[in-house]
């Protein structure tokens, strides 16, 4: 069974950064890719980025160039780096495992809330 948790969410000013952690538990994280998506208030869940064991990423145009994701196998730890932040990156933000043989994001978090004021 796999399980993954996030934390480091807050309140932040525009402009201010935040680092979100997701720590993994379970067998062989390194069969793993990891995503982090984010839910805003009347919105759908939708994806922030992913990498992969390997470390190449994805992240979605509204956040490239200013949250980065990276990880750290000996902790078993993924990070989102949020910078630049803006009051419309304001959501609950979760990380998810999905293992490389499949599509799939089958393992969630409950959740960091992250609240951005101007």
Known sequence: ????????????QAGGSLRLS????GQTFSLYVMGWFRQAPGKERELVGEIT??????EADSVK???TLSRDHAKNTVYLHLN?????DTAIY???AKHR???MYGFWGQGTQVTVSS
């Not at 997701?22 to 538990?25: A, I, P, R």
């Not at 630049?84 to 419309?88: F, G």
């Open 1 to 12: 069974q796999v399980e993954v948790a996030e934390s480091g969410g807050g309140s932040v």
């Open 84 to 88: 630049s932040l803006k009051p419309e």
């Open 101 to 103: 043989s499949t599509s």
């Open 94 to 96: 979760y990380c998810a």
């Open 65 to 67: 160039g200013r949250f």
């Open 53 to 58: 064991s390997g470390g190449s990423t994805y």
């Open 22 to 25: 997701c720590v993994f538990w």
